[in-house]
């Protein structure tokens, strides 16, 4: 029986993570860090600078290389499918290393928001026992970015995808609204004249990119932005708010 801790750490800053996430760093025996191809390689290196910033001596490492989803039968089965799939990664990798008591992975942002992590972790066999370190999420990352409230005064926001966004349209009765995991930018799909958009890519990283103001105005500038960056970089992590406009 081992222990395995689900580390949020923020949107790749290694100053996000927290006292908390540190010190769970620092006791792991063993942290599992997923292979994307090389054009994400840059995802695994945060994670190395990571673990080497907060521990001098740093424990064992093992990667395992991401499976390809497929979406023949549906987007959820496919994301089903996938996750079995990345169940049995990380079962092999840890079974390399029968000796180890606490295994740790490092989840971007934080593992209970839109992270399929303690999803994949449920799917392990045996069971291990599960502990969850919180993280800075993507949306408190963008506002604070662009130094605004998320909500309303007294009023509640919506948090979706851009799949739900693109096929379901605007959240009934919403006036603000968070979008993550959005690789086409569906704000397209709506009415750009009827919203305001604050969008960010690599929130809290050197590489920090803010975009604000009338969705209308702004919309082709973040369609070049976001290409050209992940043609720059190999991979781009971005998120947006989008709000009812009020002219």
């Known amino acids: ?34 292979r994307k191809g090389e054009s994400k390689a840059d995802l695994a290196g945060v994670r190395e600078e990571i673990i080497a910033k907060a521990c001098e001596t740093p424990p064992q490492i093992a990667y395992f290389d991401i499976p390809t989803r497929h979406s023949d039968e549906g987007y959820l089965q496919g994301v089903d499918d996938w996750h079995d799939a990345i169940a049995l990664r990380w079962q092999a990798a840890i079974a390399e290393y029968p000796d180890v008591t606490k295994v740790a992975l490092l989840i971007w ?27 800075i999420t993507a949306p408190q990352a963008l506002t604070a970015a662009h130094a605004i409230p998320i909500n309303d005064i007294g009023a509640p926001y919506v948090v979706t995808t851009g799949r739900r966004l693109r096929d379901e349209g605007w959240p009934a009765n919403a006036t603000k609204v ?14 750009m004249a009827g919203y305001d958009i604050w969008w960010g890519a690599y929130v809290g990283m050197k590489e920090e990119i803010l975009i604000h103001g009338p969705l209308i105005d702004v919309a082709q500038q973040i369609l070049d932005t976001r290409a050209k960056a992940r043609a720059d970089h190999g991979w781009i992590m971005d998120i947006y708010l989008l709000q009812k406009s009020t002219r």
């Open 178 to 191: 968070a979008v993550m995991l959005d690789g086409e930018c569906s704000f397209q799909s709506l009415d």
């Open 1 to 34: 029986m081992y222990e395995l801790t689900l580390i949020g750490i923020g949107t790749g800053n290694p100053d996000h993570v927290t006292l908390q996430g540190v010190q769970a760093i620092r006791e792991a025996d063993l942290i599992l860090i997923p």
């Open 109 to 135: 942002g934080d593992p209970s928001l839109y992270d399929s992590s303690l999803r994949i972790a449920a799917r392990l066999h045996p069971q291990p026992r599960k502990r969850v370190i919180p993280g």
